[in-house]
């Protein structure tokens, strides 16, 4: 029965990650024969069951974004499911520690947290109780491959001199700074350390720098997954979602990194404000590439040149990285706002800047998607299908246009669903695409309306708009007198949707204000992708005068 039952947990596995609890027999039980005792038969149960979640972690990555599109998963996410299986690792290993299988469990649970340098350790714990224990000989082989070699994955080790002079941040001005101060990217001192979820700390424009090299033009073609090592920590290959350059340094350790090493840290500071000051000329020559296809060269950011750039982004894609999928045409036009780092995307709907939505995130891959982009930027991208048309046939296509919104609040659930409060703030066009663990990423590209060509067009759009902001006042102080007479709750829900009045002279964002307000009903996606503010306000100063014949009001915040 106990045999069976281990077995079963690891049969037949496609990815070693299952495989880790199956082969041999449990040692407690397998040489022994008399009745196995109750401890041993709970190792062999939780054990089972740590391998079963694994399996379903490793699986879920693997379902591709199109299926999950057709018809939504329920269910836990992929980290909680591996949260699961380490626990009952643990107690398998506790009822029974010197069981190969158990410690090939907690292996297992291990790579699916994308820990793998734990995984790596569990599995080597494994093979030294068991040498000849097949699931963990293929877990640590994933595993290393997962962490882009082994180097990578291990923690930084000192040199011999640095080591010696004890602990870490010491203070050792004849030294060179230690390797523990030092970015793995650049392998120079940390300078504006930003510290990643996972704990590691790197430059923070060489951290903003490996994601923009890594998700330029050409860098995934031909190589399945590879455009997703953009998405993952250089150093330990977790997949983080983080703002561009202006994630926020971590300020203590800047302020230790000052106080150990003054003079590399001047140093370190002038090398940057000279980098700096080379700078502009390179950006506005990426920048004033517009639509289509970005410049091919996608030449890095003029600051200097790392000694040995690691080239993370090309190793083994991880546990289940889809290939990319072509990028869709780009329509061009607007004011050019640049790209950033690769963001995530949430398949669902049309969400223009500035509108306040409610997210009830029930979909293990989305789940996924948000706690991860909690402990990093709090920002994704909400995008919908491409309409089919007959230059696109492809049911699975991106809708060109997307529009990247915060997560401004976050309510995390008992049975692990998330509710969400999110806002639309900037719209990009989707560039190069692929999935990590089941959910899109996109490259952007943002935009936004294109600037009037003349200062006489400007004067217009400005009188344009403040007559679609007088209509639209009236017309809300309507709507809302009218829904606290019928005691509506609802309709003052609608109008929250909109979110404040923007500042006054934006003409775009009140525009966007107004169609949020004011939905004109029909498909809203040709509205995000428009770059044309005054097109834009001249229609709704149209709909706002037909709104504003009496009984008309009311019925169309629906
Ligand atoms: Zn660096
Ligand atoms: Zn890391």
């Not at 082994?150 to 010491?170: H, I, N, T, Y």
């Not at 300078?191 to 424009?205: A, D, I, K, N, Q």
């Not at 250089?234 to 983080?240: A, D, E, F, G, Y």
């Not at 401004?408 to 669903?417: A, I, K, S, T, V």
Request: aromatic share 4%.
């Amino acid at each position: 029965m106990a045999l069976r039952l281990a077995r079963a947990a690891g049969g037949g596995g496609t990815a070693s990650i299952g495989a880790a609890a199956a082969a041999a027999p449990p040692t407690p039980l397998g040489a022994d024969p008399s009745p196995p005792t109750p401890a041993a038969l709970e190792a062999v149960l939780v054990a089972s069951r740590a391998a079963a979640f694994a399996r379903l972690s490793c699986k879920l990555r693997t379902i591709p974004a199109s299926t999950s599109e057709a018809r939504a998963l329920f269910g836990l996410d992929p980290l909680h499911l591996a949260d699961l299986a380490l626990r009952d690792a643990a107690r398998a290993g506790a009822l029974a520690p010197d069981w190969a299988t158990s410690a090939a469990a907690r292996g297992a649970a291990y790579h699916q947290l994308e820990r793998y340098a734990d995984a790596e350790a569990a599995f080597l714990d494994a093979l030294e109780l068991d040498p000849g224990h097949a699931g963990a000989a293929a877990g640590l082989r994933a595993a290393v491959a997962a962490a882009g070699g082994s180097a990578l994955a291990r923690p930084f080790r000192r040199s011999g001199a640095a080591a010696a002079a004890g602990p870490a941040l010491a203070p050792s001005p004849a030294s060179a700074p230690l390797d523990d101060a030092e970015c793995v990217i650049c392998s120079r001192l940390l300078y504006e350390p930003v510290t990643t979820p996972c704990g590691h700390s790197f430059c923070r424009r060489c951290l903003a720098r490996a994601a923009d090299h890594a998700a330029s033009p050409g860098a995934g073609v031909g190589r399945p997954g590879s455009g997703s090592g953009s998405t993952r920590c250089p150093m330990c290959r977790s997949v983080m979602h983080l703002a561009g350059g202006d994630a926020p340094v971590s300020v203590v350790l800047a302020a230790l990194l000052e106080r150990s090493f003054p003079a590399e840290t001047a140093a370190r500071a002038a090398e940057e404000a000279a980098a700096a000051a080379s700078a502009p000329a390179a950006a506005d020559g990426a920048g004033s590439d517009r639509g289509g296809n970005k410049a091919g060269g996608g030449s890095p950011p003029a600051v200097a040149a790392p000694s040995s750039p690691p080239r993370q982004e090309e190793g083994e894609g991880g546990v289940a990285d889809v290939a990319p999928h072509p990028p869709p045409p780009v329509p061009a036009g607007g004011a050019d706002l640049g790209g950033g780092p690769p963001v995530p995307l949430f398949v669902m709907s049309t969400l223009l800047p500035g509108e306040h939505m409610a997210l009830n995130i029930f979909e293990p891959r989305y789940r996924l998607l948000v706690r991860r982009v909690m402990s990093g930027s709090r920002r994704f991208g909400m995008a919908t299908l491409a309409p089919r048309t007959p230059v696109s046939t492809d049911p699975h296509a991106i809708h060109p246009v997307a529009t990247e919104c915060e997560i401004l609040e976050c309510q995390p659930q008992p049975d692990g669903r998330f509710y969400l409060e999110v806002v639309g703030r900037r719209r990009f066009r989707v560039g190069e695409a692929w999935e990590v663990d089941g959910y899109r990423v996109a490259s952007p590209r943002y935009f936004a309306d294109a600037p009037p060509p003349s200062p006489g067009a400007s004067a217009a759009t400005a009188s344009l708009a403040s007559q679609v902001e007088a209509l639209a006042e009236a017309w809300v102080d309507r709507v809302r007198a009218a829904a606290a007479a019928r005691g509506d709750g609802r309709v003052l829900d609608l109008l929250a949707r909109a979110g404040a009045k923007p500042a006054p002279g934006d003409a775009e964002a009140l525009s966007f204000w107004v169609a949020n307000l004011v939905p004109a009903g029909g498909d809203r996606a040709p509205l995000a992708a428009e770059t044309d503010t005054a097109a834009r306000l001249a229609r709704q100063l149209e709909d706002l005068r037909r709104l504003g014949t009496p009984g008309a009001a009311g019925c169309c915040v629906m």
